[in-house]
């Protein structure tokens, strides 16, 4: 082994060394350089996490975006630094996303649904929704990214949503429009006075703090269900507002009717039963071949 290195020579020993140190210098550079974007991607993130002026339902896809944007120039600077041919991984990343995109064709879709939706914007961050297959999807939006919608529901539990399963199928906003219409039905019984019943519940309406002026309050009969009649209240509010009007106009039909001498009404009907009159049997005739044979 001792004859071994005495016959290397001096000057190749010096291109190892130079060689190591090199490289040396170039892998410390491509840490400071992974090291340094780290540093910047999240600094980056944070200040769009926090900037305000940006719409709260494009404030996470652009922290995403902004953050392994820039995590991915930097490794690719530190590959270049360490002598690795970036083309050749571009190249190699692009075969093996198509591969990816082909086995995963479910998240695809969950992406281009996600990105339909911020362009579209058929709801934002804080908007009440209802979608998915048969309406099975219900609560208020608290995060769209490019995967899946986070919702919470009205009893407080968090619901991740696929976005190809809202985008597929309708939406319905409540939250969009600015006011909103309720229609409640009442009913009384139809020995009351009907007309009666109505004025009360129309002046009731008009009364409530948070029924609009216009549209008008609307009281009318709907329907007659057996010996009951069913009178609609139909107001409209503002939607902040709409559940407490709601609540409210429940809870004070019942008393003013009551007030108004209209009674809680008690379903019946009336079972008529008809006897048919007895068959009246009558006395075989004997057969005329009978009869000549007699």
């Not at 600094?43 to 305000?52: D, H, I, P, T």
């Not at 695809?108 to 999807?137: C, H, T």
């Not at 509010?237 to 001498?261: C, P, Y």
């Amino acid at each position: 082994m001792a004859s071994l290195f005495n016959h290397i020579q001096p000057s190749n020993w010096n291109f190892l060394w130079d060689a190591l140190t090199g490289f040396a210098l170039r892998l410390c550079a491509a840490i400071a350089i992974l090291w340094i974007g780290w540093w910047i991607a999240r600094r980056v993130g944070n200040w769009f996490a926090r900037q305000e002026s940006i719409d709260a339902t494009l404030r996470p896809i652009m922290r995403d975006t902004s953050l392994w944007g820039v995590r991915l120039v930097a490794i690719v600077g530190a590959l270049s630094q360490i002598g690795v041919q970036t083309a050749s991984i571009v190249a190699v990343l692009g075969a093996a996303g198509l591969a990816i995109g082909l086995a995963l064709q479910g998240t695809l879709q969950n992406i281009a649904a996600g990105i339909m939706l911020l362009l579209l914007r058929p709801f934002k961050v804080g908007d009440s929704i209802e979608g998915g297959s048969g309406a099975s999807v219900a609560g208020t939006v608290e995060e769209v990214n490019l995967f899946t919608t986070r919702l919470t529901k009205a009893d407080g539990i968090c619901e991740y949503v696929p976005n190809s399963g809202l985008w597929s199928n309708s939406i319905r906003n409540y939250s969009r429009n600015p006011t909103r219409r309720l229609d409640l039905e009442v009913e009384v019984s139809v020995s009351d006075d009907t007309n009666r019943a109505i004025d009360v519940l129309r002046k009731l309406a008009a009364a409530e703090p948070h029924v609009l002026a216009s549209p008008e309050p609307q009281v009318m009969v709907s329907r007659f269900d057996d010996s009951t009649a069913v009178l609609n209240i139909r107001v409209w509010s503002n939607i902040d507002t709409f559940w407490d009007m709601r609540w409210s106009l429940a809870r004070k039909v019942r008393q003013a009717l009551n007030d108004a001498q209209c009674a809680l009404p008690l379903r019946t009907r009336e079972l008529h039963i008809v006897q048919a009159p007895p068959v009246q049997s009558t006395p075989q005739s004997t057969p005329p071949a009978a009869q000549r044979s007699a």
